[in-house]
């Protein structure tokens, strides 16, 4: 009786063993390897939002059209490390509460490899500590946000310059005109949004459209804020008028700058110089129906197809037969430079580990349709910016003069 009873224990022993390993090897298949990457034949996951519906819809649908193109390219040369890619972009409304839901949806139940950031400051900076907290990179080509990069170790950039620097090329311009020609009486006015009032104020005392103007001698005649669902901005254009501005800086984010313009042109405010500094309005699809309200208005931007970077030019001819536009878009080029950031990161260090991935980024140089990347510390990209100005239907870069396309046009 006793042997049995030793037979029976050995045999239940020897069958939880087994059973064990059986299921420790199972468990090993089906979960992602040392280095981060998922089992063999299992895409690698990429996800984000964007405001592909409300106040961001227009910018929003160049970046999904060059997610979906890259996604192709991609895919279509054997995906990332063997792997094919898998894309989720979900619809975050322009609403940054709304972001912040759908990115715990994308780490927690989705359960992503790499973070796409969404569209703009606002809405960016709601979602970087929930990237942060889950120790995951946030892939950011949708925003600038100096202050976010400074105080976060979790985010990688492709936007080649930062608030503060939003209106430089405007002031070196300016620098290199003889001294009667110059603008002297600057007026500002703001959408009441984080990121414009940093274009306006600078950082921590650097940069800025009242610091650039204050450091020429310069005086500011008008400073005013409005709020983004201003619907009637003639007081502000009549005062900039009174005040004998011509230096305007129209510090918006897309719709309100549309707003700004057709009420300038139609009251016949026409300042010697009219930036609209705020974002990268001149390369919307919706610029050209401004009509003659839009033209003559400087903006400032990255990267544009006569600089025949990296991908540059088949980027731009997939957005016009898909898109059917005309101008460059900027918001697709940023688009493109992070994924492009991405994927050579990925294939470099030949890892998903959101340390590793951060690390390489830092010591490596990345080509892309923005130009040859470097990044500092912080996950910025080294400044390379252009000024532009939007002349007979199109920008033409007008600073600086080793990347001119055509010379200023000042009223």
């Known amino acids: 009786m006793k042997s049995f009873r030793l037979f029976v224990t050995t045999t239940v022993l020897l069958v939880l063993i087994l059973t064990g390993c059986s299921a420790a090897q199972n468990a090993g298949s089906s979960t992602s390897?040392?280095?981060?990457?998922?089992?063999?034949?299992?895409?690698?996951?990429?996800?984000?939002?964007?405001?592909?519906?409300?106040?961001?819809?227009?910018?929003?649908?160049?970046?999904?059209?060059?997610?979906?193109?890259?996604?192709?390219?991609?895919?279509?040369?054997?995906?990332?490390?063997?792997?094919?890619?898998?894309?989720?972009?979900?619809?975050?409304?322009?609403?940054?509460?709304?972001?912040?839901?759908?990115?715990?949806?994308?780490?927690?139940q989705d359960k992503v490899n790499l973070l796409l950031s969404p569209y703009t400051t606002a809405i960016g900076g709601a979602v970087l500590p929930i990237a942060a907290a889950n120790h995951m990179i946030l892939w950011n080509g949708g925003f600038v946000g100096i202050k976010l990069f400074k105080s976060s170790q979790w985010m990688i950039g492709s936007y080649t310059y930062q608030e503060p620097d939003y209106s430089r090329g405007v002031f070196e311009m300016i620098d290199s005109l003889p001294a009667s020609e110059r603008p002297t009486r600057v007026g500002i006015v703001t959408e009441q949004n984080p990121f414009t009032l940093a274009v306006r104020d600078g950082y921590q005392g650097q940069g800025g459209v009242i610091n650039f103007a204050k450091q020429r001698g310069m005086q500011i005649v008008l400073n005013e804020e409005y709020p983004p669902t201003a619907t009637d901005v003639s007081g502000l254009i009549q005062r900039a008028k009174a005040a004998k501005v011509d230096l305007f800086f129209a510090l918006s984010l897309p719709n309100p700058a549309a707003l700004i313009a057709r009420t300038a042109y139609s009251l016949g405010f026409k300042p010697k110089i009219y930036c609209a500094c705020g974002s990268l309005?001149?390369?919307?699809?919706?610029?050209?129906?401004?009509?003659?309200?839009?033209?003559?208005?400087?903006?400032?931007?990255?990267?544009?197809?006569?600089?025949?970077?990296?991908?540059?030019?088949?980027?731009?001819?997939?957005?016009?037969?898909?898109?059917?536009?005309?101008?460059?878009?900027?918001?697709?080029?940023?688009a493109m430079t992070i994924l492009q950031v991405m994927q050579q990161a990925v294939e470099g260090a030949r890892t998903l580990d959101q340390q590793q991935l951060r690390a390489y980024v830092l010591s490596h140089r990345f080509n892309t349709v923005n130009g040859p990347l470097t990044f500092d510390q912080y996950g910025m990209p080294r400044y390379n910016a252009v000024l532009v100005q939007y002349l007979n239907g199109k920008n033409e870069v007008v600073w600086p003069p080793s990347r001119a396309t055509a010379k200023p046009q000042l009223q």
Do not use: C
């Open 33 to 108: 390897s040392s280095n981060g990457l998922p089992p063999a034949g299992q895409p690698i996951v990429i996800g984000g939002t964007l405001g592909l519906t409300g106040a961001y819809a227009g910018p929003s649908a160049d970046y999904k059209a060059t997610y979906d193109y890259w996604l192709q390219q991609v895919n279509s040369h054997g995906g990332l490390l063997g792997h094919p890619v898998k894309m989720i972009i979900y619809d975050d409304e322009s609403n940054p509460a709304t972001a912040q839901s759908l990115y715990q949806r994308l780490i927690h």
């Open 281 to 334: 309005v001149t390369s919307l699809p919706y610029w050209a129906q401004l009509g003659p309200a839009g033209e003559g208005i400087f903006s400032t931007a990255m990267a544009v197809p006569s600089d025949n970077y990296d991908g540059i030019n088949d980027l731009f001819t997939m957005l016009q037969r898909v898109r059917h536009e005309t101008v460059f878009s900027q918001y697709a080029a940023v």
